[in-house]
């Protein structure tokens, strides 16, 4: 029965390594999904038959909390809006770092206060503090703590996340001072209570201990992802998940079972290659995202103060693109908050009757998480042919009548290229600026995320049409169809 | 046992570095959606912790574990084929 077990633990392992290989590419997509899917559910069925080391599982415990979670899982699910994708991927990434945490935390309070009551796995296994050998204890001690810290810095890290994301938390980052020196002093405060709970002589100090450097743990997660703008927030989700894994892993190591150490180290690799891929998407280093302030202010900081700046009506929007012939559209978070794909969708439509060639450009960081925009433009219908990425659209804004950027600033900001002491330099951008006319569908001339000035808004070819993206559009679209 | 399970952890490890090499950017989020509700394979050790006879502490501990991986690794699932319906499914219809 044992050995059957590690065979399907095995099949499970290959699963998700198909499922997340498929999952990288477009046309596989889904069924890498379901593959991994598929392989959870092996795994969890597998370990509920025939429990690792010989366990009796608490059915009760077990059902209860298998069903209570699976319907709160999946109404949260089904139930957020799209543009509210992004929090929900930050927030089931902090449950997962916040599992493992609790996983560590329960065996260690396993071991010391109920050690005699059954024989727990890790100790069969040859990983028991108390059973085999310095060296199984040590690694076991060790395994449970990094478990404790980065599932609690994935816990608190990706909340805060969750609340720059959603707006809750303001997203430009928040410095404390002398933050560098408080994140080592932290650092080390934790490193000490670790050992104290590892090589303490009374089970209730080693409990305490480890509690405190859960604690220790959870603050630091949270100093570690304030700093951090609110534009970089996909990045740093995305570190985050690949510290879920690595956490899921060192569980794995406490409670010795190999099926959480191969899966949770495959999500903390791969994690770690799409952290990297997404950084280069925006030609920064993770080292810079990781040391935060961007944005905070100086060099190029100044958002007040800008001159000759031309707005536009709904009317001369709607005359403006009648008289187009290449018309390229630039979505950004501010139509996802506007809810205004829909409109963008029929406007298209309106001016595609007319004959006008319409393309949808997609920064690959527009909105709060790459691959946002496609996803809402899809959920109103927009062909997947009209879409294209940076890279393959930047050379033509040359010939194009107007680019009509909606909701987005720091993706056409051309600071990026033309002034080498803006935070944003060297950032890839859409060149919007270089269409015969831009239209700026915006609230107000206030500053993207980055929260720096867009000198775009000062240019000859660019008209401020300010509002709210649903209503200008929507206007527009009904300036257009009276003619 | 521990030596295996170290060399399991590195091997397993190198895969993931190899797993994905070049990813379009419109994956990167369902990518990061899917991966995340893998690594809540953290259910099957908080299975293991709600077990009998390993005291009420653990045991409290161990169903919490149980019920916020069972979440992630359901939601995480969903959410991520929502997104991707949105528009792999689209594609094949036309």
Known sequence: ?483 | MLLLLLTIFLLAIFVGFELITKVPPTLHTPLMSGANAISGITVVGALACARIGFGPEAQWLGVAALVLATINVVGGFLVTDRMLKMFVGKKRKR
Not at chain 1, 55 to 68: E, T
Not at chain 1, 115 to 134: K, N
Not at chain 1, 242 to 258: D, E, Q
């Open chain 1, 1 to 483: 029965m044992e050995d059957l077990a590690k065979i399907f633990y095995l099949a499970a392992t290959a699963l998700f390594i198909f499922g997340v290989k498929d999952l990288a590419k477009v046309r596989t997509s889904r069924r890498g999904n379901g593959l991994a899917a598929l392989g959870m559910l092996v795994a969890v069925v597998t370990t509920l038959v025939a429990p690792e080391g010989g366990i009796q599982l608490d059915w009760k415990w077990v059902a209860g909390g298998l069903i209570l979670g699976s319907l709160l899982g999946a109404l949260l699910a089904r139930t957020i809006a799209m543009t509210g994708m992004p929090e929900m991927v930050a927030l089931f990434n902090g449950f997962g770092g916040a599992a493992s945490l609790l996983v560590a935390l329960s065996v260690f309070a396993g071991e010391y206060l109920g050690g005699d009551a059954s024989v727990p796995a890790a100790l069969t296994q040859g990983l028991g503090v108390d059973g085999l050998g310095e060296g199984a204890a040590l690694t076991w001690t060790v395994a449970v703590m990094l478990s404790v810290l980065i599932g609690a810095v994935t816990l608190t890290g990706s909340l805060v996340a969750m609340g720059k994301l959603s707006g809750k938390i303001p997203g430009r980052p928040l410095l404390l001072p002398a933050r560098h020196l408080l994140t080592f002093a932290l650092l080390g405060a934790a490193a000490w209570f670790a050992a104290q709970a590892g090589w303490s002589a009374t089970h209730q100090e080693a409990q305490c201990a480890l509690y405190t450097l859960a604690a220790l743990a959870g603050i630091l997660g949270i100093m570690v992802v304030l700093p951090i703008g609110g534009a970089d927030m996909p990045v740093v989700v995305s570190l985050l998940n690949s510290y879920s894994g690595l956490a899921a892993s060192m569980a794995g190591f406490v409670i010795g079972n190999s099926l959480l150490i191969t899966a949770g180290a495959l999500v903390g690799a791969a994690g770690l290659i799409l952290t990297q891929l997404m950084c280069r998407a925006m030609n920064r280093s993770l080292l810079h995202v990781l040391v935060g302030g961007f944005g905070d202010g100086d060099g190029g900081g100044d958002t007040s103060g800008y001159e000759n700046v031309k707005s536009a009506g709904p009317e001369e929007a709607a005359m403006v693109l009648e008289a187009a012939e290449k018309v390229i559209f630039i979505p950004g978070y501010g139509m996802a908050v506007a809810q205004a794909q829909h409109v963008v969708k029929q406007l298209a439509q309106e001016l595609e009757s007319r004959n006008v060639e319409i393309r949808y450009a997609i920064h690959p960081v527009a909105g709060r998480m790459p691959g946002h925009m496609n996803v809402l433009l899809a959920e109103a219908d927009v062909p997947y042919e009209q879409l294209f990425e940076m890279e393959r659209i930047n050379g033509d804004f040359r010939d194009t009548d107007v680019a009509m950027v909606i909701g987005a600033n720091d993706v056409v900001n051309p600071a990026a290229i033309e002034d080498s002491s803006s935070p944003i330099a060297g950032m890839p951008i859409l060149h919007a600026f270089e269409a015969r006319t831009v239209l700026m569908v915006k609230r107000s001339l206030s500053p993207g995320y980055a929260g720096i000035k867009n000198p775009l808004f000062e240019r000859e070819n660019c008209l401020m049409c300010f509002g709210d993206g649903k209503e200008f559009l929507a206007e527009v679209l009904a300036e257009l169809k009276k003619n």
